[in-house]
């Protein structure tokens, strides 16, 4: 523990602190040398109309209101702007609340890096190696301390793991280039396969646009093309209901079919969280919601397991559900109507002409035909067999490509939306997306899913926890010591992505993560800690966030 003893050394020589002719006063830092250079006289470099003696300097008083004539004492150690105001015997300002301008005593550190040591640390009996290795700061030898000079061994070692720090630093780098590179591709492929997209609707949208042209003219060609009888016997009209309504039924059993799975997967589900709740809660735990919830599910459980269940067959559903044909279900063709009329042997001289004449007859009476019913001249009774072949074939051919234009269509304003969509800077976190990391932390293990979610899992067993969904980038400040082994978010700018709307907690809010980025190699969780009930924070490492050297020894913060 530091003591402070700012005040100490006023009875010790005043020759271990004076300036004298041929050389600087101690602790002065270079920044401050042309105010301490050789003269008789020294003026206050924060009050210049105050000037005292050369021989004053260091000499254990503090005479300056802002302590500039003690670079090297702890006698202005005490000045404080936060100070309350209290006589200080010797000095000029005559109180302790003002702001001392000198940020320290300087260390000059050789074979190291200089540092300033806050004043209170002069002569106070501690060697403060981690800012002053040169032991300089103790010069007075207070209670028998004598500080060695260590500069040559701290900084071979500090260059050491400087050197590391780069290294890993270009490294990832490096690394994040590549991402950066990948993540461009990423995008460029995306711009391609919109524009190709484009194309191709345009082009299908113009063939789309064709074939209804050539389903409408066909309609048209083949609207009552042989006159008919009044329509299908009873039988057939009868046997058309029946294969309708059985088809409704059949699309119904199947969307009910497929509702049944899924609430039975939630009762699972549901059942499995709750008998978990129940072997793991903590019966002294007086909490009567928690232990009714358990009678509860007690009883739910006892209940269900002395119900008879029958079981239902998937098999005889599967088969019911199957398309009625010839090998399932019941074959309608049997039942459709195909006799021969009247009026069809009527119309079949047209099978004894000459080819060219039959089609020429037979086209003009088609014409015919369609004009006397367009004017209102003949009933529209149409024919109750249903539509041609070669309408069916040419509606089939227009619905099938109008379909397809309305799929791609969608794949387009999905491809459009994911361009526009915001992955960071240098679109990096492109690269990254749906990739996922872990680590384990007491009982769990936590997983972060690049722009998608964050979870936990008990290692016990059981079901993953929703921490968040993706919502959004953000930036906040970190203050933080920095780790030794790097794996830390130190101080500066973070990027911190936004997890929100998580699985509700028991009694409390969804939950949420706050997902702090570093600079790193790799991608790497490296803790996970609650900050409040249901909010989470975890502490990334990644190279998505690191930046470039700017010069040679010199690296600027993260993003």
């Not at 271990?16 to 020294?42: M, Q």
């Not at 002069?122 to 290795?133: A, F, M, R, S, T």
């Not at 032991?135 to 060695?148: A, F, H, Q, W």
């Amino acid at each position: 523990m530091r003591q402070s003893q700012a005040l100490v050394l006023l009875g010790i020589i005043a020759r271990n602190g004076i300036v004298t002719a041929g050389s600087l006063p101690r602790g002065v830092g270079p920044e401050f040398v042309k105010f301490y250079e050789l003269k008789d006289t020294f003026t206050c470099i924060g009050h210049p109309s105050i000037t005292i003696p050369a021989s004053r300097v260091n000499d254990n008083s503090c005479d300056c209101p802002d302590g500039t004539d003690e670079p090297g004492t702890a006698a202005c150690a005490l000045l404080d702007h936060l100070s309350p105001e209290q006589p200080l015997p010797g000095s000029l300002s005559g109180t302790t609340n003002t702001t001392n301008a000198l940020p320290g005593f300087w260390c000059a550190n050789e074979g190291h890096i200089g540092a300033y040591v806050p004043f209170m640390y002069v002569n106070d009996g501690v060697c403060d190696y981690d800012l002053c290795c040169d032991g300089s700061e103790e010069y007075g030898n207070v209670g028998g301390v004598k500080c060695e000079n260590k500069c040559a061994e701290i900084g071979k070692e500090w260059r050491r793991v400087e050197k590391e720090r780069k290294d890993n630093l270009e490294r990832a780098n490096k690394r994040r280039r590549t991402m950066v590179k990948e993540s461009k591709e990423f995008r460029r492929r995306i711009e391609a396969r919109i524009t190709s997209l484009t194309e191709e609707i345009r082009e299908l949208e113009a063939k789309r646009d064709e074939l209804k042209v050539k389903l409408d003219e066909v309609e048209r060609q083949e609207r009552f093309k042989v006159v008919k009888n009044e329509g299908p016997g009873k039988l057939g009209v009868l046997a058309g209901l029946a294969k309708t309504r059985v088809n409704e039924l059949r699309d119904t059993l199947s969307k009910v079919m497929g509702e049944r799975n899924q609430l039975m997967a939630k009762v699972q589900e549901l059942e499995g969280i709750l008998t978990e709740f129940k072997e793991e809660y903590n019966p002294n735990f007086n909490d009567e919601g928690v232990k009714k919830a358990v009678r509860a599910w007690e009883d739910y459980a006892a209940k269900k397991a002395g119900e008879a269940q029958e079981q239902l067959n998937e098999v005889d559903v599967q088969e019911v559900m199957k398309e009625d044909g010839e090998d399932s279900g019941i074959n309608w063709k049997e039942f459709e109507e195909d006799e021969v009329t009247d009026t069809d042997i009527l119309y079949s001289f047209e099978a004894y002409l000459p080819g060219p004449l039959r089609e020429f007859l037979h086209s003009k009476i088609n014409l015919l035909r369609i004009w006397l019913i367009e004017n209102g001249i003949l009933a529209d009774a149409g024919s109750g067999q249903g539509e041609s072949r070669l309408v069916k074939a040419a509606r089939e051919a227009h619905d099938s490509v109008a379909n397809e234009v309305n799929s791609k269509r969608r794949t387009l304003e999905e491809q459009q939306r994911d361009l526009e969509k915001d992955y960071g800077k240098d679109d990096i976190f492109r690269y990254l997306k749906g990739k996922c990391i872990t680590t384990e932390a007491g009982e769990y293990e936590y997983e972060l899913c690049w722009l998608d979610k964050t979870s936990q899992k008990s290692k016990k067993g059981g079901g993953k926890t929703n921490m968040g969904n993706f919502e959004r980038f953000d930036f906040d400040e970190a203050d933080e010591e920095e780790r030794h082994d790097g794996k830390g978010l130190g101080r500066g700018k973070r990027v911190v992505l936004r997890y929100e709307n998580g699985q509700g907690c028991w009694n409390g809010p969804n939950r949420k993560t706050d997902v702090w980025l570093a600079c790193a190699e790799t991608e790497e969780l490296w803790r996970v800690s609650e900050l409040e009930k249901c909010v989470y924070k975890m502490e990334v490492g990644t190279p998505a966030v690191c930046e470039e050297v700017v010069e040679p020894g010199h690296v600027k913060d993260e993003l």
